[in-house]
C-alpha cells in the first residue's frame, strides 16, 4: 500500500505532538458496502483504525480507494483522541474552579443582601400569623 510522504510526515508529527506510540495503533481492512461497483465488491478499502489503550476506533469508508479512507481515518482518529482530551482538561479545570467558587467567602454586600431579605420574610410571616 502506497502513502504519500508529506501524509507520513504529518501523521509522524502529530502522534508526537499527542504523545503517542505507533504501536498501539491498529489497522483493519475490510469490504466496504455501498455505491462503487465491483471495486467495493473485490478491494478491501474500508478501514478501521483502533487505539488500543483508549480504546477509540473509527470506521471510513468514504472513498473508493483504500489509501484514501486510511488517511481520513487516521485524521478522524487523531482528532477524536485530541477532543478526548481536552474535554478531559476542560473538566479537570472546571472542577478546580467549582471548588475554588464554592470555598470563597461571599462579599459583605452580598451577605447583608442575603440578611435583609431574610429580615423582610421574617417580618411578613409574623405578620400572616396575627389574629385581626
Same mark, same amino acid.
Given at each position: 500500500?502506497?502513502?504519500?510522504?508529506?501524509? &507520513?510526515?504529518?501523521?509522524?508529527?502529530?502522534? @508526537?505532538?499527542? %504523545? +503517542?506510540?505507533? !504501536?498501539?495503533?491498529?489497522?483493519?481492512? #475490510?469490504?466496504?458496502?455501498?455505491?462503487?461497483?465491483?471495486?467495493?465488491?473485490?478491494?478491501?478499502?474500508?478501514?478501521?483504525?483502533?487505539?488500543?489503550?483508549?480504546?477509540?476506533?473509527?470506521?471510513?469508508?468514504?472513498?473508493? &480507494?483504500?489509501?484514501?479512507?486510511?488517511?481520513? @481515518?487516521?485524521? %478522524? +482518529?487523531?482528532? !477524536?483522541?485530541?477532543?478526548?482530551?481536552? #474535554?478531559?482538561?476542560?473538566?479537570?479545570?472546571?472542577?478546580?474552579?467549582?471548588?475554588?467558587?464554592?470555598?470563597?467567602?461571599?462579599?459583605?454586600?452580598?451577605?447583608?443582601?442575603?440578611?435583609?431579605?431574610?429580615?423582610?420574610? &421574617?417580618?411578613?410571616?409574623?405578620?400572616?400569623?396575627?389574629?385581626?
Amino acid at each position: 500500500m502506497s502513502t504519500s510522504p508529506d501524509f &507520513s510526515a504529518r501523521r509522524a508529527a502529530r502522534l @508526537a505532538q499527542l %504523545r +503517542l506510540n505507533i !504501536a498501539d495503533f491498529e489497522e483493519k481492512f #475490510a469490504r466496504s458496502s455501498g455505491p462503487g461497483g465491483q471495486h467495493v465488491n473485490k478491494v478491501s478499502t474500508a478501514v478501521t483504525l483502533r487505539h488500543a489503550p483508549s480504546g477509540v476506533a473509527v470506521t471510513v469508508q468514504d472513498t473508493r &480507494s483504500q489509501s484514501m479512507n486510511r488517511q481520513i @481515518a487516521w485524521e %478522524r +482518529l487523531l482528532d !477524536a483522541i485530541e477532543n478526548a482530551r481536552r #474535554a478531559e482538561r476542560a473538566a479537570v479545570r472546571a472542577a478546580v474552579e467549582k471548588k475554588r467558587r464554592q470555598n470563597s467567602k461571599r462579599p459583605r454586600g452580598v451577605k447583608e443582601r442575603i440578611l435583609q431579605n431574610k429580615k423582610k420574610r &421574617s417580618q411578613v410571616k409574623k405578620l400572616r400569623s396575627k389574629d385581626w
